[in-house]
């Protein structure tokens, strides 16, 4: 799961330093977003995962810690004096959701393709059912992969409904806080992926990031190449948080597709990590872009491989499907084809580099908190008792032993051989425009 959240959306964001108090703010049509969820078809919800013939950190928000959930009562020590509650926002938030979910969820799905996004091809069949992990919000969701080409993708695809309804509470509002923590500790995979670019272009004057988020990447990147300028793109108020906070020097809000025009050839560099996947038209992402590098310049991007060997051996436990909000899966030989349609040249593929060591970590700790008692949320009918509760913390705690083990093994086991093993869970490509 990454900070990168793609479904753009809205207006330009009006940054804190570094722009005209003169510029228009862009107004492009809102988009809304969803997050993971719910229960796959024909399949009990706690069934154990094998190896499921169909299923997508993002990085999800970035891979999981392990840490066990919030608790769904009682002040939250990191909460500001004043702040309402995380149970008291809870509440506050229920009467809404359980109003959404009146009607059921079948409203926050279109209907079923019948051939692949990617090259058209009929010839589809079912990779993986599975259901929200992280929040645990009500639905069930389907992977299908494309016989002809390999894709993966989503299908039925969410809605727009559907993307505002799980995206709601998870990168922003209640998850705001959590995955802010997250993304901004990620310093050292930031600075990989800054320094993936300096064999190609060590002095960029300027860099776009897309799918931004609160901005962490750029905030680390400028301590690698001191000399260059970034901004940000976002389609969440996320965007204008960084620029705010200075970690980038103009932030944008909205649909890239809508934006690049005014951006054309603007860009030396312009990334996408852990952004395609989360959008519903991959190819129209990638035309924006190279609207937005100049001649020479380079598009450098990072999605999860859905021919990692952790995808099937993990199942639905394996953090990069992410669902619901991971829509596409695009193996690396198609992205590097429509690539060179585009007019690039891919000059670097990585596979050891941008791996995340965090796939058995991750497993168990789904595993682990979807056994659990689920912790208050405002799309349950009401919340936990303290019996539940308790039994939820218990369980948690037994497993700590298990999540350490877990670490050790993917950090000092695994992660070496990554590569070798052909389980790394994310691949990079750096492609210059011709």
């Known amino acids: 799961m990454s900070e990168q ?12 330093s570094g722009k005209d108090a003169g510029e228009p703010v862009r107004q492009a049509p809102e988009q809304p977003t969803g997050p993971d969820a719910g229960e796959p078809a024909g399949q ?18 970035e891979q999981p810690t392990g840490q066990a959930a919030e608790p769904s009562s009682g002040k939250d020590a990191r909460e500001p004096a004043g702040e309402p509650s995380r149970a008291e926002r809870v509440a506050g938030l229920r009467p809404g959701y359980l109003a959404d979910l009146a009607e059921g969820t079948g409203r926050f799905f279109e209907p079923p393709r019948t051939t692949c996004p990617w090259c058209g091809s009929g010839r589809l069949t079912t990779r993986l059912r599975t259901t929200d992990l992280l929040q645990h919000k009500p639905g069930r969701f389907l992977l299908d992969r494309c016989d002809a080409c390999g894709h993966v993708f989503q299908n039925p695809r969410l809605s727009e409904a559907g993307l505002e309804f799980y995206y709601r509470d998870f990168y922003d509002g209640l998850g705001e806080k959590r995955l802010g923590d997250t993304f901004g500790g990620r310093t050292r995979m930031y600075r990989d992926r800054a320094e993936s670019m300096l064999p190609y272009d060590s002095v960029p004057k300027n860099w776009l990031d897309v799918g931004t988020g609160h901005g962490h990447f750029c905030a680390t990147a400028r301590e690698v190449l001191p000399g260059t300028a970034f901004d ?29 025009p005014e951006l054309a050839a603007r860009y030396d560099v312009v990334s996408m990590f852990h952004y395609l996947e989360h959008s519903t038209d991959p190819d129209r992402e990638l035309r924006a872009a190279w609207q937005a590098v100049r001649p020479g310049g380079h598009l450098l991007i990072e999605v999860p491989d859905p021919q990692s060997r952790y995808a099937r051996l993990l199942g639905r436990w394996w953090l990069p499907w992410l669902q619901p909000q ?4 695009v193996p690396v030989a198609n992205l590097r084809h429509r690539l060179a349609e585009l007019g ?29 008692p689920r912790e208050d949320a405002p799309w349950l009918p009401r919340a936990p008792g303290a019996l539940r509760r308790a039994g939820r913390t218990a369980l948690l705690l037994a497993g700590i032993p298990v999540l350490v083990l877990a670490t050790l093994l993917d950090r000092f086991a695994v992660r070496p051989l990554a590569h070798r093993l052909g389980v790394s869970n994310a691949y990079r490509l750096v492609a210059r425009r011709d």
């Not at 959240?5 to 804190?16: L, M």
């Not at 009990?44 to 928000?61: I, N, Q, S, V």
């Open 326 to 329: 991971h829509l596409h899966f």
């Open 44 to 61: 009990d919800a706690r069934e154990p995962a094998g190896l499921d013939a169909r299923k997508p950190t993002g990085h999800a928000p």
């Open 5 to 16: 959240t793609s479904r753009p959306t809205g207006q330009a964001a009006e940054p804190s």
């Open 232 to 260: 940000g793109l976002d389609f969440t108020d996320g965007v204008e948080l960084a620029a705010r906070e200075g970690r980038v020097e103009h932030g944008y809000r909205g649909a890239f597709p809508d934006l690049a």
């Open 344 to 372: 690039f040249t891919v000059v670097a593929q990585q596979h050891a580099e941008p791996h995340d060591p965090v796939d058995l970590l991750a497993a168990v700790w789904l595993a682990l908190d979807h056994a659990a």
